[in-house]
Nanobody, 117 residues
Framework: QVQLVESGGGLVQSGGSLRLSCTVSGTRFSINDMDWYRQTPGKQRELVAIITRGGDTNYADSVKGRFTVSRDNAKNTMYLQMNTLKPEDTAVYYC???????????WGQGTQVTVSS
């Protein structure tokens, strides 16, 4: 069965950096577009960044210029490099991947990012 496992979250001071990873396992099918989302208590999940299989990217305005999404298709892994972190970036970060010709979507379990002021 398909699994997405995120890692790299933690506690960092304002202005610091973190790198998140999301690895997909349990499938032989192509991993298509992949996304990073984040969510804080009481709020809807927010789209942070998208990366296509070919490497095209798009970002939420709130993270443009600070976050960079990338992927290694050979490793079925997506990354999110987060620089100049702000307290408002504090959230649980989730990855999402579309798998195979049917574009079936799968979520990771989330990783907590906390930015202290």
């Amino acid at each position: 069965q398909v699994q997405l496992v995120e890692s790299g979250g933690g506690l960092v001071q304002s202005g610091g950096s973190l790198r998140l990873s999301c690895t997909v396992s349990g499938t032989r099918f192509s991993i298509n577009d992949m996304d990073w989302y984040r969510q804080t208590p009481g709020k809807q999940r927010e789209l942070v960044a998208i990366i296509t299989r070919g490497g095209d990217t798009n970002y939420a305005d709130s993270v443009k210029g600070r976050f960079t999404v990338s992927r290694d298709n050979a490793k079925n892994t997506m990354y999110l490099q987060m620089n100049t972190l702000k307290p408002e970036d504090t959230a649980v970060y989730y990855c999402y991947a579309r798998v195979g010709a049917g574009q079936i979507g799968y979520w990771g379990q989330g990783t907590q990012v906390t930015v202290s002021s």
